[in-house]
Each structure stands twice: as C-alpha cells, then as structure tokens.
C-alpha cells in the first residue's frame, strides 16, 4: 500500500466535480424498464369480456365495436415509458400494413400518472390513428391481467386471446438491436388472418409498470415529504426532471405516483442508480448507490402506501441552471451542422471535426458541453486533436478531453494554478452519442471554453493517459464466451497524483480492472478498480475519494473480458469476428485515466 496524496479541499472539490462525468450510451432506456417472465398461467385461450372506455377526445369506444374483426390488437401503452414510446408508431404502422378491414389495433392507458390530455398528445405526436382509450381505475388492464407498457394482446373475433407478449425483439431490458430479429405479434396476426394456428403464442414482455391504482390506504411514519423527497433530490433529480434524459419527472409527490412498482423492481435489481464498482477495491467520491437504510425507507413508504406528509418537512430542492454554470466563456464552440434524430433504432457515434484558429497554447481552465436537445443527447465528449495530425487520422488520434456532457455530469472548473494546456494549431472533435425517444428531433450542441487570463499562472496541468490495447491486434473470435486482454499503461517516473479511472469497452464489454503494478516484481500491487459486470449502458467514471500517489516504478495494468457469445443480449451478432472500431458493433479496450504531475 502506498501512500494516500491529501490534495488541499481547494484543489480536490473541482477535480471531482469534473470527474464526475457520467457517459450514457444508447441504451439508456432499458435500465429504466422490467421484464414480466412467462408464468405457469397462461393468458392464451381466455375470452375477453366486453368493456366499454372512453377515448381521448372523450367518446365511449366499446370492444364489441370491434365484432366484425377478424384480428384484434389490445396494446397497452404509456405516455412516458420509454419503450411504449418507440413502439406507438410500430403499431401505427402494423395497422397501415395490414388496413383496417380484418385488423383493428387498439391502444389502452390504464397508468394512472397518465392524463387523458397526456395521452391525446401522445396519440397526435405519433400520429396515431387508431383508438387510444383510457382505462380509469386500471380495471381492464385487471380484465387482461396487463402488467406493464407496451403489453399486447391479440384476440380474434370472438374477444379469445391468440398472442400474448411483446411486439417484437427490437428493444429490450438492458439493451436494443439496430432492427427487429423477430417480428412475433406481425407473425401471428398473419397466422391468424390466414385461419392458423399462432405458433408462438406467448413471448416475455418488456417495459414499465402499468401504474396501478393501490388499494392499501397511506399509512405510517415513514412519509414522501420527510424521507424519501431528501432521497430522490440526491441520487436521482438530476436525470429525473423536466428536459432531462430519463423516462419521467421524480421532482414532486405527484410525479412519483403511478412509478411506485418500477421504482422498487430497478432498485432492487440494482439498476438504479447506476454503479458497477465492486465494493472490496476502492473508494469513490461519486458513488451513486442508495444505502441499505435508504432502500428499507423507500420500500417500506411504498409498502405503507405512499403517504404523503407534511409539506413543510419538503427539503429545499436542487437548483438547476438554465444558462452557463461556469463564467461567461471566452470561446464558444458549436457543432458545425444540426444532426438529424430519427425516432427510433440505434445511432452510432456521430463525429464533427472544429478547427477553433488557435495560433498560440491555450490554458483551459473551464469547460460546459451543452446539449441543444436534451432529451436524445446522452453524451457529449470534446476530443483535442494534436497538431500534427493528419485529416484521415482526426477520428482515430485523439489527445486529452476537454469537456463532456452526461445527465447529472458537472462542468469543470479548475482549481487556482491548474489548466489543461491545448497546444496551438490543435483541432477538436466532437464525439456525439445520441438515444432515440419514439420523436424524429434534431441537435446541435456546443461547449463553452475559459481560457487561464494570465498562463504564468498555471503551475500544474491536469492530464490524461490511457492503457489501450493496440487496434490491429484486437480480434474477438465469432462466439467466444471470454476473451481477455491486457494493457499496461507506461511507468511514471515521478510521482503523479491519480484522480479517476474510466474504462471503455463497446457491447460485448464483461469486465475491466485496473490494477497497481510493481514494474520490477510484475507483481499487485493493489486493485484500485475492478468492474465485474461491465455495462456499455452505463459507462461511468470512477472518481477516487482520494486521488492515489503513484509512484516511479509504478504502473497501471488493466484487464478487460468480452463475451463475443449468443449468452450476451447485447451482442448484436455472435458470429461475427470483431476488430477494433468507433462505432457500437464494433471493439475497443481503453482504460481511461485522469492525474496530475506532482
């Protein structure tokens, strides 16, 4: 064990801050969903009983209107919900391809958090045509034993249920694929048109919760006002707010009621908030997990009902600035053309070269990455190209990052007498990461720069490094369930102060370590990180508590596992030998590291 470097607070606090970032990629919205497994009862083979609703301009829509179908689809939707907002215009389209005379597609919002004007802006903003009902006090979702959104059901004329589960396999818990694999509702509708049997009649259903209405009365001690809001304020409002980037608002009473269920399962599996560090190596200052006692206390609240409380127990909520966190900057660089969001599928990194005219070293000591459009930027990050690097390298030759964008990430702002020095001459590349949300949108986001006024100032720069596994020498072979490489990062030869770690890995990534080594024994020092269950999901950046002295002699080693096999969800083709590349389908091993030279 080494010595622990004791930064003043001065120094420490701002280089967190900028630690901090976060970097989502484009399956963000799977960690916000659930699975329903297939259970022993099965839904095939249960007539409907008929049920009339009120649709969202307010007219009584009765299932028997329905009668002279030969095809039924009962989808219930949601208005939030992630996935429920990608596959409205799916179904949309299931009901152009096969018209209106045998097929009727019905949509259902049984959420209670879900008004009728929210979902008649739901139904215009897809451009829906077909019926979309509201389902007060959830009791057809009950008649249907619906559990979550997007929920279809298929029934023929007689209201007897043929299909049961999801659209198709496109999205999914964890993960999405740039097309469907499997169409299964499309399949039966067409087997049932065709007087057939439904030759996979039930499949495993993906998405939120339907937001039920609970028949407990609020009860106990525990209450929203005094408990659980000081919570949500600290693990979760950043990204679950108006304009943000997560599927629904957690900033008052009311917009936790109706998420309750979703709530408890993503906690329980540990998916919120979002933390992949084994806990036996390391301290981390942006450690994002609920405690246990935090966990009893919001289980426990939904339990016990929800009770509401005493609004003057309310915490004072964060404030969020609209404008610039950091000073007015010197120098504003804006992506050189808007990118065009479809409304669905997946979106590989898109990537803009900036010449800014810099003719003399520049001294970064602030920096704001800024989405134009929240709600489908998930990440930005602000690469330096050096100098002399030629134009078909700009993609592939990067120096340090200057500034980056994740919900919840904090811009940084460099302590007195630090600066990331950008020699002159430099280009920057922007590295766009984009999450469709079910609406075609566009995005051209920018990044405030503040330069150092006096740059005699500066007396120590904040640098990165990277261990990264040579790119013609990464070869995963099709269907290989563990592949393990290792990358040594150069022994320092002076003593450099350690701030963060940030390991990246694509879709097949496992695991990732990162170990001390002793250059002259080869042998462990001590893990400083290890990430078991790696997840391109979430690719967090790991911020020491208290950055780490290395020391000459010393290394980093890092070793990353990929799982190349159909085992992996992620995968998007377990037969396909995977090189090293920029893009999702593609490979990289780079263990990211931040420090200063002391």
């Known amino acids: 064990m080494f010595p622990t470097l004791r930064l003043p607070r001065r120094l420490l606090l701002p280089l967190l801050a900028f630690a901090s970032l976060t970097i989502h990629s484009q399956r963000v919205l799977g ?307 808007a990118f065009a969001v479809p409304d669905g599928g997946i979106v590989d990194y898109q990537h803009f070269v900036i010449d800014p005219k810099w003719t003399e070293d520049k001294y970064i000591v602030a920096t704001e990455a800024r989405p134009q459009n929240r709600s489908v930027v998930h990440h930005i990050l602000l690469h330096v190209i050096p100098p002399e690097t030629t134009p078909e390298n700009h993609h592939r030759i990067r120096g340090p990052i200057l500034a980056g964008y994740a919900p919840g990430a904090i811009p940084l702002t460099t302590p007195d007498g630090v600066a990331i020095k950008v020699e002159a001459g430099s280009k920057l590349l922007f590295e766009m990461h984009y999450t469709p949300n079910g609406y075609a949108q566009q995005d051209q986001s920018y990044v405030g720069l503040c330069f150092a006024k006096d740059p005699s100032q500066i007396k120590h720069e904040l640098k990165g490094d990277a261990a990264s596994f040579p790119h013609r020498q990464l070869v995963i072979e099709p269907n290989e369930p563990r592949t393990q490489l290792v990358q040594d990062s150069r022994a320092t030869k002076r003593d450099v102060a350690l701030i963060s770690m940030t390991p990246h890995m694509h879709l097949r990534g496992k695991s990732f370590r990162y170990d001390l080594i002793d250059a002259e024994t080869n042998n462990v020092i001590e893990t400083l990180l290890d990430v078991p269950a790696y997840d391109f999901n979430w690719q967090l950046k790991y911020v020491l508590k208290k950055p780490k002295v290395i020391r000459p002699g010393q290394f980093i080693r890092c070793t990353a596992v990929f799982d190349n096999s159909a085992n992996n969800l992620s995968n998007p083709d377990p037969d396909q030998r995977v090189r090293w590349g920029p893009q999702s389908e593609d490979e990289m091993m780079i263990g990211f590291m931040e420090y200063i030279p002391l």
Not at 166 to 178: E, P
Request: hydrophobic share 35%; aromatic share 8%; with cysteine.
């Open 31 to 337: 960690n916000e969903l659930g699975t329903e497994e297939l259970g022993t009862e099965s839904h095939i083979g249960k007539t409907i009983s008929r049920f009339t609703l009120d649709n969202c301009y307010g007219r009584a829509i009765s299932l028997d209107t329905f009668a002279n179908k030969k095809a039924i689809v009962v989808a219930f939707l949601g208005t939030e919900c992630p996935l429920a907002k990608l596959y409205g215009p799916r179904l949309e389209k299931l009901q152009q391809t096969f018209g209106t005379d045998d097929l009727a597609v019905i949509g259902i919002n049984s959420n209670r958090q879900d008004s009728l004007t929210e979902v008649l802006a739901y139904s215009h903003r897809h451009e829906i045509t077909f019926q979309m009902l509201k389902d007060l006090g959830n009791k057809v979702a009950d008649i249907f034993a619906a559990e979550r959104t997007p929920e279809v059901f298929l029934l023929d004329s007689s209201f007897t249920v043929r299909y049961h589960g999801r659209i198709d396999d496109q999205y999914y818990v964890g993960g999405s694929r740039a097309r469907p694999e499997i169409s299964e509702l499309s399949e039966a509708i067409k087997q049932l048109l065709s007087g057939e049997d439904v030759t996979v009649p039930e499949t495993p259903v993906e998405g939120c919760h339907i937001g039920r209405v609970k028949s407990v009365s609020p009860t106990g001690s525990i209450t929203f006002t005094k408990h659980i809001a000081p919570i949500f304020n600290n693990h979760c409002m950043r990204c679950h707010r108006e304009d943000e980037i997560a599927p629904f608002n957690l900033t008052c009473y009311e917009d936790v009621i109706g998420w309750e269920d979703t709530i408890m399962e993503v906690i329980e599996e540990g998916r919120m908030p979002p933390w992949f560090a084994n806990s036996k190596h390391g301290e981390f200052a942006n450690d994002s997990r609920l405690s246990a006692k935090q966990k009893d206390l919001i289980f426990t609240w939904i339990e016990n009902g929800m009770p509401r409380g005493d609004s003057s127990d309310l915490p004072i909520p964060p404030v969020y600035t609209e404008g610039w966190q950091i000073q007015e900057p010197d120098q504003v660089i804006v992506m050189p053309e």
